[in-house]
């Protein structure tokens, strides 16, 4: 028998951040706070392990804005959170958004969070799974059917690959493709919808 020492396994990779914020917005300064936002979406977007970011107004006369941005782990998000650019970028917002909650979540059920819409931290409710599968699927749908045209253009020999290594290398391209792109923004667009509440 073969003891494996904890000092032998292998290190365990950092877990992706996902930061979810509630702010409530002054309703007279909507184009100069959709401005600010965007600005900080650029500022985060050139920052070491920025992974994306999305926000959403849940409706079109409220004002409060849920905001998500991820990260590749703790350390690179703290760095972020601690910079002179995010500093002097959240000072030119002060005057026209109020923060009300911010929560973090590791690993990809972060996105499909949303901010509670008291001042207390509460622990939001989760979509259900057939909201998340939707959300999930209309992401991958569009994304697998141009994979696979453009794969098939460039790539005549592909359909004569073994089906496993096809497989194989289409989640393997198109797996961070969803994780870090593709399914924060869609989960940010469909946001209201994931968490509209059920009818009893």
Do not use: C
């Not at 070491?48 to 107004?57: A, N, T």
């Not at 946001?191 to 009893?200: A, E, G, S, Y």
């Amino acid at each position: 028998m073969t003891i494996t020492s904890a000092e032998t396994l292998p290190a365990r990779e950092p877990e992706a951040v996902t930061v979810s914020i509630t702010r409530r917005v002054d309703p007279r300064r909507v184009p100069e706070v959709t401005h600010w936002v965007q600005d900080g979406v650029n500022l985060a977007n050139a920052w070491p392990g920025f992974l994306g970011s999305g926000w959403v107004r849940a409706s079109a006369t409220s004002d409060e804005w849920h905001m998500l941005y991820r990260f590749a782990d703790e350390a690179t998000l703290d760095a972020w959170e601690q910079s002179d650019e995010r500093r002097t970028w959240l000072e030119r917002g002060r005057d026209m958004v109020e923060d009300r909650t911010v929560t973090r979540r590791t690993g990809i059920e972060g996105w499909f969070d949303a901010p509670s819409a008291t001042t207390d931290l509460q622990t939001p409710v989760k979509p259900p799974a057939w909201k998340q599968s939707i959300a999930i699927w209309l992401g991958f749908f569009p994304v697998n059917l141009v994979f696979t045209w453009l794969i098939g253009l460039a790539f005549p020999e592909w359909d004569a690959l073994n089906m496993a290594l096809r497989v194989f290398l289409t989640t393997a391209i198109l797996t961070p493709i969803m994780a870090y792109w593709v399914l924060p923004w869609v989960t940010g667009m469909l946001q209201p919808w994931l968490q509209k509440p059920r009818r009893r």
